[in-house]
């Protein structure tokens, strides 16, 4: 049998870095190697690349970086090209049949690394560059979202020359527009990265700031008193919905801490939610993927008021977190896909697209 050779990504510049490298570690142990060849390409925080060979336990906590036989690599821009790897005397090309981008956020994430594969002619697992780029910013997936009629929390977009201008027109607005508490969010970050959740006037400056590190576009949002719930898509054009899955967060939201560090929150998978409201969860997650263009997979976060059980959607990941333990595995699991299954799906889906 012909196995396909994969180009691996990990690592990258964006502060999602470190979460990286756990999805290509659990991607690397899992993947099915009877059917795929993996040139993992490692990208330090830097940017630079290079081919590893080393021990796949030596990615997760980024000792791979200081392995003795690296060779810088990168993937061709020109059509069918593949990577070249620079050996000691020599540019070797490498056949690639497909790039596995295991990246999260800017430059992995974002459509940058999809473009360059649209450039190179080469199949990439997941959404390709427009679908990407606008799933990774959240006020232009809220405009396709507002498209379809689906509630969201009421936001503000606050620009980082509009705030250094002048802050106190900025703080006003949200305090005219808004009650405490609100969620302060860059608008382009994964991970709850730079989010915070203002309580008060006076923290709300410093949180804007906060996240105005991250990126230069912000968004101001309502809060909404809500149960967290995630669904799963996969597929291309007759995706795959997932059950829904509850996190119970050990903070007061789902911090970047929660998810990857301190392991307290708490995922239940089906979630504890009417039948109605998980199928209408499912179809509007669907109906989300679709509008985005996304391919490959998706995560997609609502909220369900505490309350009310009214339906609000949060936002759509092109490429979640992907460990074996990650929600977005986990909830296909639950349906009977394993881990190296939807690997191997997600591959086949790219090379068919």
């Known amino acids: 049998m012909h196995k396909l050779k994969i180009c691996l990504l990990f690592g990258g510049v964006s502060p999602e870095h470190d979460v990286s490298l756990q999805t290509a570690t659990s991607i690397l142990k899992n993947i099915d190697r009877e059917q795929f060849d993996v040139l993992p390409v490692g990208i330090t925080s830097s940017g630079k690349w290079f081919l590893y060979e080393g021990p796949v336990n030596d990615i997760e906590d980024n ?7 690296l060779k810088p690599a990168f993937i061709s ?50 959404s390709l560059l427009t679908a990407s780029a606008v799933s990774m910013d959240k006020s232009m997936t809220k405009a396709v979202v507002n498209g379809l009629g689906i509630r969201q929390a009421d936001f503000i ?28 969010k860059p608008a382009g970050t994964g991970s709850s990265v ?27 949002e309502e809060f909404f008193n809500g149960r967290e719930i995630e669904v799963a898509v996969l597929g291309n054009d007759d995706p795959l919905v ?24 708490v995922a239940h998978i089906p979630a504890d939610i009417p039948q109605e409201t998980s199928d209408n969860i499912r179809e509007a997650a669907r109906r989300i993927y679709e509008a985005n263009g996304c391919a490959g997979l998706s995560r997609v976060d609502f909220f369900v008021h505490k309350h009310t059980g009214e339906i609000c959607f949060n936002e759509i990941n092109t490429l979640p977190g992907f460990t074996d333990i990650s929600m977005y595995p986990k909830l296909f699991i639950y349906g009977g896909i394993s881990y190296p299954e939807i690997i191997t799906r997600l591959i086949h889906l790219a090379v068919k697209a």
């Not at 020359?161 to 302060?184: G, L, M, N, W």
């Not at 008060?200 to 968004?219: C, K, P, T």
């Open 63 to 69: 000792s791979w970086e200081n392995y003795p036989y």
């Open 77 to 126: 821009p020109v059509a069918n090209e593949g990577l070249l790897v620079f050996e000691a005397e020599c540019i070797k090309k490498e056949r690639i049949d497909c790039v596995f981008p295991a990246l999260h956020g800017k430059d992995g994430e974002d459509g940058s690394i999809q473009g360059l594969c649209q450039l190179a002619n080469l199949p990439c697992v997941g």
């Open 157 to 184: 977009l606050v620009l980082e020359s509009e705030f250094s201008r002048h802050p106190e027109k900025i703080v006003k607005r949200v305090v005219d527009h808004f009650d405490f508490p609100v969620f302060v």
């Open 194 to 220: 730079g989010i915070s959740k203002v309580k008060s006037e006076g923290e709300l400056e410093s949180a804007i700031m906060l996240a105005f590190e991250y990126d230069s576009r912000v968004l101001i």
């Open 242 to 265: 997932s059950v829904c899955g509850e996190i119970v967060p050990g903070d007061e939201f789902y911090t970047y801490d929660d998810k990857y560090i301190n392991g307290v929150s």
